[in-house]
C-alpha cells in the first residue's frame, strides 16, 4: 500500500466510528503540550481532490505522532483476521517523508488556487500569473531529483496548466481584467 493510501487509511478508521474517534482525541491531546489544546479528526474529503488531498496530507503529516499511535493502538485493539492488516496502518519514518515531498508538490498548487480565490472580490486579473506560476514551481521540482517519482504526474499536470493557459486566449475577459486592475 502506499503512503496515501496510508493516511486515508487511517482516516477512515478514524472516521468510522464513535469507539475510534475517542481514542484519536485522547492520544491527540496527550501529544500536545498546550493544556488547551483541542484535538482536531482527521480530514476525509472535499470538492477539489487535489486540494483535498494536499489538506488531508498536511493535517496528518502535522499530527504523525497521533496518526502512528492511533494507528498502533487500534491494531493491538483487534484479534484475529484483521490485526496484521491495522498493524500495517502505522507509517514508518520513510514513508512520512513520502508524504513531506508529496506535500510540497501539492503545496505549489495550493499557492497558487489561494493567489487567486476570494470571496470578496474579482480575482481574474490573477489568473494568469497564478497558472504561470503553478507552471513553474511543477516545472521546477520536476527537474529536482527528490521528486523523480512524480515526474510523469508532474508532466501530465503541467499538461493540463498549458491546457487552461491556452484556453484563456479564447477569451478576452482575462486581457480585461489584467488591464482594467492594473490601469487602477
Not at 60 to 89: Q, R
Not at 129 to 150: C, I, K, M, V
Amino acid at each position: 500500500m502506499d503512503e496515501i493510501g496510508l493516511v486515508q487509511a487511517i482516516a477512515v478508521k478514524e472516521h468510522s466510528s464513535s469507539k475510534r474517534k475517542t481514542p484519536f482525541t485522547r492520544i491527540q491531546l496527550r501529544h500536545q503540550a498546550d493544556p488547551d489544546a483541542i484535538a482536531k479528526q482527521k480530514i476525509i474529503d472535499m470538492k477539489v481532490q487535489w486540494s483535498s488531498m494536499y489538506a488531508k496530507l498536511d493535517h496528518a503529516h502535522n499530527l504523525k505522532g497521533s496518526v502512528n499511535d492511533f494507528a498502533f493502538e487500534i491494531a493491538m485493539d483487534e484479534v484475529g483476521k484483521k490485526h496484521p492488516k491495522l498493524a500495517k496502518l502505522q507509517l514508518s519514518e520513510a514513508e512520512w517523508k513520502c508524504v513531506d515531498v508529496f506535500l510540497n508538490l501539492l503545496a505549489v498548487a495550493e499557492q497558487a488556487q489561494h493567489r487567486f480565490s476570494s470571496d470578496l472580490k474579482s480575482m481574474l486579473h490573477l489568473a494568469l500569473p497564478a497558472l504561470e506560476s503553478l507552471h513553474t514551481g511543477w516545472t521546477q521540482l520536476a527537474a529536482d531529483p527528490q521528486y523523480t517519482h512524480f515526474t510523469p504526474a508532474i508532466e501530465e499536470a503541467l499538461e493540463k496548466v498549458d491546457e487552461y493557459y491556452q484556453k484563456t486566449s479564447n477569451s478576452d475577459a482575462y486581457t480585461f481584467a489584467m488591464g482594467y486592475f492594473f490601469a487602477d
